[in-house]
């Protein structure tokens, strides 16, 4: 089961470094959430505790729910809906994250430091969702396909956290959780003001500031 | 765990939450302003008897668990409260004059009252957590909190530097998590960790014990992660942006001591890799690296800027770069970069507030622009020449003094290449950045630009600022010595 779910999310990658409808990718990055969200119950599903049910649950709720939910919005808002000019091309960066898989997966044999033994599969899943969210970010002008780069590099950090350490002081995951909601919730807000500075939110827009 | 229990700790997290809340009932500027400054004062107030309370028994000071405050603690707690009553003292006179203009309106003083309390609350709370879960918590929230305060100011180029800003700074900061995972990761390893993973004193105790290897990926994640934060080249490209786009109150918390948290944290790890298996030398060394890049990168662009807000940003990427420089020289480096952290903080703040007035005054930051300053606004003109003075290493101010020991103790570590290095960073600095200054200072003042009345905050600010890099230029008392030192220790490991 931890298996499928981490090969999906690899799919998942590769699908949103190739998307170039935004509405596409902000279902695929909701996906993306929940799967990680579930890998993350179906893991400690044997040692499930009341306090792991929650947050797992909470995680879900804000991976699939909230965030995509926020994107939608700011996408209707600034009325963007496609990746027009990309500083790379689609097969460049699908390309680039077939490589990204490899480093992940190579990153993973040579520092192969989960402790909770769930699946091999984990760590390098990890890495290339991380690299995968890096790139996504690096490659897209748009500021919403960025937003959808940093949720990305945030599911990748969350199989990690959920490989690495199972005992985090539950203030500590819940002052995580808020935390993240807010860096996305001004992310986006920022977008939508930058929209209506500028009358499209085109990454271009923002690059008068050099030097 | 060993400390003196107080529950100075919980009081000193309750003041910004209490002074954003009274802010956002008052109706008046002024009154708003003066609240935040009056929680400012008792923030100080219970800082210092947080030092009081270390100095009689040198001992740490706890509250339960997760809260504890040790000399490393107390300096940045001090450095923190000094820099962000400077910066409240002299928003009063700014955005008062801001209002009357119509630049900004009242709406965007609560909105700079409530988030300002919250970015201070986020940074008391990297300071005194001893848990690095929690201490991540409050880095992260710095940036969240701060974000609208660049774009006070609504204009296309504040919100690109805002969407820089939080998005370079995201990404840092969730590497920055994923090296908190991985050094728990290490710590819940060692038999009877994985009941408090992330507890820094734990953390430390067990130091000796931990997977060599997985503390050292751990520290890289770390330190480019709140490296990031701190403006380390090339991690650094959003702070120019964020620094000149920003009201200068919000700019001298940025350079004064916001960027300072980022380093503040890696010191915490590096006490941590001092334990680890041929940990200390490695982490030095990254630091090091790191320091030099940024003193290099930080005094050419120094040189090109046409812009004083961006100058000074580049110079702070300069200063950053001297204290990681410090901390990986090691012994009475790591004293020198904690001290010359003291200066630069006072120095920047000063150099910030006097930018800002000068700035709204001239109408342009654009350093062609502003001349003679020292004869049409003698305060501020005064603040401005001073603190350049001090930021480019002139004696007799404290700068030049820790600037000098961070270059002695390379030479006594042997590390030739590296002081070379240095001293060509610092030295570019010093000639871009005086061929900028003394126009500034001494050129024929612009016509028609002149300080009316001075506010009596600005005495306040230039003359506690100026006083102070002057006096620890010449003199080092005895308390303060005892304070750096002890922090000294925590970072090197000492115990």
Redesign the interface.
């Given at each position: 089961m931890a298996g499928l779910i981490l090969m999906a999310v690899i799919l998942l990658n590769l699908s949103l470094l190739g998307g170039r409808m935004l509405k596409g990718c902000i279902s695929r990055v909701a996906l993306q959430g929940f799967l990680t969200a579930l890998f993350g119950i179906a893991v400690h599903s044997g040692t499930m505790s009341f306090r792991l049910m929650g947050l797992g649950i909470a995680a879900m709720v804000v991976k699939a729910a909230v965030f995509p939910w926020f994107l939608t919005r700011a996408m209707r808002a600034t009325e963007e809906t496609e990746e027009r000019r990309p500083f790379m091309g689609v097969t460049l960066s699908m390309s680039l994250g077939i490589i990204m898989v490899a480093a992940g997966f190579y990153l993973g044999r040579v520092?192969p430091?989960?402790?909770v033994e769930i699946s091999r599969l984990a760590l390098p899943v990890s890495y290339t969702t991380?690299l995968s969210g890096?790139l996504m970010?690096i490659a897209r002008r748009s500021?919403l396909f960025?937003?959808t780069g940093?949720l990305v590099?945030?599911n990748g950090?969350y199989i990690?956290?959920i490989t690495?350490?199972?005992?985090?002081?539950f203030?500590?995951e819940l002052?995580?959780l808020l935390?993240?909601i807010?860096?996305v919730l001004?992310?986006l807000?920022?977008?939508m003001?930058?929209d209506r500075?500028?009358n499209g939110q085109d990454g271009d827009?923002?690059?008068?500031?050099k030097? | 765990m060993t400390g003196t229990p107080s529950l100075l700790i919980p009081v000193l997290l309750a003041v910004p939450v209490m002074a954003g809340v009274l802010s956002m009932l008052a109706r008046r500027a002024g009154v708003i302003l003066g609240i935040l400054a009056g929680g400012t004062c008792v923030i100080a107030g219970i800082v210092f008897s947080l030092f009081l309370m270390w100095s009689s028994g040198q001992a740490p000071i706890v509250s339960g668990m997760w809260f504890r405050v040790d000399a490393l603690s107390l300096l940045h707690l001090g450095i923190l409260s000094g820099v962000v009553m400077m910066a409240t003292v002299f928003s009063r006179g700014h955005f008062v004059r801001e209002l009357e203009s119509g630049a900004i309106t009242l709406r965007d003083i609560r909105k700079f009252a409530l988030l300002w309390s919250g970015a201070v609350l986020s940074m008391i709370v990297i300071l005194v957590s001893n848990n690095l879960g929690l201490m991540w918590v409050g880095l992260e929230s710095t940036t969240v909190t701060t974000a609208f305060l660049v774009s006070l100011h609504r204009t296309p180029h504040s919100l690109e530097a805002t969407w820089k800003y939080i998005i370079v700074c995201s990404v840092g900061i969730a590497l920055a998590f994923m090296g908190t995972l991985l050094m728990g990761a290490a710590a819940s390893r060692v038999p009877g960790g994985e009941l408090q993973p992330l507890m820094w004193t734990r953390l430390v105790e067990v130091a000796g014990l931990l997977d060599p290897s997985l503390a050292r990926i751990a520290f890289i994640f770390l330190l480019v992660g709140y490296g990031t934060k701190a403006g380390l080249v090339p991690m650094h490209t959003w702070l120019p942006d964020a620094h000149s786009q920003a009201p200068a109150p919000v700019s001298a918390l940025f350079s004064g001591f916001m960027i300072n948290t980022g380093l503040y944290c890696i010191m915490r790890y590096q006490a941590i890799m001092a334990g680890v298996p041929g940990g200390a030398e490695w982490s030095r060394g990254l630091l090091a690296a790191f320091g030099i890049v940024s003193i290099l990168v930080g005094a050419i662009f120094i040189i090109f800027q046409s812009n004083l807000k961006r100058f000074l940003a580049y110079c702070s990427i300069e200063h950053m770069g001297i204290i990681a420089l410090g901390l990986g020289l090691g012994g009475s480096g790591i004293f020198a970069a904690l001290f010359h952290s003291l200066n630069h903080s006072t120095a920047k703040t000063l150099a910030f507030c006097s930018a800002g007035r000068l700035g709204q005054a001239h109408g342009i930051h654009d350093m062609a622009e502003i001349r003679g300053t020292l004869r049409s606004f003698p305060v501020w003109g005064a603040g401005l020449w001073i603190s350049l003075l001090a930021l480019f290493g002139v004696a007799p101010l404290s700068i030049f003094f820790t600037e000098f020991l961070v270059a002695r103790r390379a030479m006594e570590a042997g590390r030739f290449l590296v002081l070379t290095a240095m001293l060509a960073g610092v030295g570019l600095a010093f000639i871009g950045g005086m061929r900028k200054a003394i126009p500034m200072a001494m050129g024929s003042p612009v016509d028609g630009v002149r300080e009316g009345k001075t506010r009596t905050g600005a005495y306040v600010v230039v003359g506690f600022s100026s006083a102070i890099l002057l006096v620890l230029g010449l003199y080092l008392p005895g308390p303060l010595t005892g304070l750096i030192s002890a922090a000294a220790a925590i970072v090197e490991g000492v115990r």
């Amino acid at each position: 089961m931890a298996g499928l779910i981490l090969m999906a999310v690899i799919l998942l990658n590769l699908s949103l470094l190739g998307g170039r409808m935004l509405k596409g990718c902000i279902s695929r990055v909701a996906l993306q959430g929940f799967l990680t969200a579930l890998f993350g119950i179906a893991v400690h599903s044997g040692t499930m505790s009341f306090r792991l049910m929650g947050l797992g649950i909470a995680a879900m709720v804000v991976k699939a729910a909230v965030f995509p939910w926020f994107l939608t919005r700011a996408m209707r808002a600034t009325e963007e809906t496609e990746e027009r000019r990309p500083f790379m091309g689609v097969t460049l960066s699908m390309s680039l994250g077939i490589i990204m898989v490899a480093a992940g997966f190579y990153l993973g044999r040579v520092f192969p430091v989960g402790i909770v033994e769930i699946s091999r599969l984990a760590l390098p899943v990890s890495y290339t969702t991380i690299l995968s969210g890096l790139l996504m970010m690096i490659a897209r002008r748009s500021v919403l396909f960025q937003a959808t780069g940093y949720l990305v590099l945030e599911n990748g950090i969350y199989i990690a956290g959920i490989t690495l350490v199972s005992g985090f002081p539950f203030l500590v995951e819940l002052g995580v959780l808020l935390d993240v909601i807010a860096a996305v919730l001004v992310m986006l807000v920022v977008v939508m003001q930058i929209d209506r500075a500028s009358n499209g939110q085109d990454g271009d827009a923002l690059s008068e500031l050099k030097g | 765990m060993t400390g003196t229990p107080s529950l100075l700790i919980p009081v000193l997290l309750a003041v910004p939450v209490m002074a954003g809340v009274l802010s956002m009932l008052a109706r008046r500027a002024g009154v708003i302003l003066g609240i935040l400054a009056g929680g400012t004062c008792v923030i100080a107030g219970i800082v210092f008897s947080l030092f009081l309370m270390w100095s009689s028994g040198q001992a740490p000071i706890v509250s339960g668990m997760w809260f504890r405050v040790d000399a490393l603690s107390l300096l940045h707690l001090g450095i923190l409260s000094g820099v962000v009553m400077m910066a409240t003292v002299f928003s009063r006179g700014h955005f008062v004059r801001e209002l009357e203009s119509g630049a900004i309106t009242l709406r965007d003083i609560r909105k700079f009252a409530l988030l300002w309390s919250g970015a201070v609350l986020s940074m008391i709370v990297i300071l005194v957590s001893n848990n690095l879960g929690l201490m991540w918590v409050g880095l992260e929230s710095t940036t969240v909190t701060t974000a609208f305060l660049v774009s006070l100011h609504r204009t296309p180029h504040s919100l690109e530097a805002t969407w820089k800003y939080i998005i370079v700074c995201s990404v840092g900061i969730a590497l920055a998590f994923m090296g908190t995972l991985l050094m728990g990761a290490a710590a819940s390893r060692v038999p009877g960790g994985e009941l408090q993973p992330l507890m820094w004193t734990r953390l430390v105790e067990v130091a000796g014990l931990l997977d060599p290897s997985l503390a050292r990926i751990a520290f890289i994640f770390l330190l480019v992660g709140y490296g990031t934060k701190a403006g380390l080249v090339p991690m650094h490209t959003w702070l120019p942006d964020a620094h000149s786009q920003a009201p200068a109150p919000v700019s001298a918390l940025f350079s004064g001591f916001m960027i300072n948290t980022g380093l503040y944290c890696i010191m915490r790890y590096q006490a941590i890799m001092a334990g680890v298996p041929g940990g200390a030398e490695w982490s030095r060394g990254l630091l090091a690296a790191f320091g030099i890049v940024s003193i290099l990168v930080g005094a050419i662009f120094i040189i090109f800027q046409s812009n004083l807000k961006r100058f000074l940003a580049y110079c702070s990427i300069e200063h950053m770069g001297i204290i990681a420089l410090g901390l990986g020289l090691g012994g009475s480096g790591i004293f020198a970069a904690l001290f010359h952290s003291l200066n630069h903080s006072t120095a920047k703040t000063l150099a910030f507030c006097s930018a800002g007035r000068l700035g709204q005054a001239h109408g342009i930051h654009d350093m062609a622009e502003i001349r003679g300053t020292l004869r049409s606004f003698p305060v501020w003109g005064a603040g401005l020449w001073i603190s350049l003075l001090a930021l480019f290493g002139v004696a007799p101010l404290s700068i030049f003094f820790t600037e000098f020991l961070v270059a002695r103790r390379a030479m006594e570590a042997g590390r030739f290449l590296v002081l070379t290095a240095m001293l060509a960073g610092v030295g570019l600095a010093f000639i871009g950045g005086m061929r900028k200054a003394i126009p500034m200072a001494m050129g024929s003042p612009v016509d028609g630009v002149r300080e009316g009345k001075t506010r009596t905050g600005a005495y306040v600010v230039v003359g506690f600022s100026s006083a102070i890099l002057l006096v620890l230029g010449l003199y080092l008392p005895g308390p303060l010595t005892g304070l750096i030192s002890a922090a000294a220790a925590i970072v090197e490991g000492v115990r």
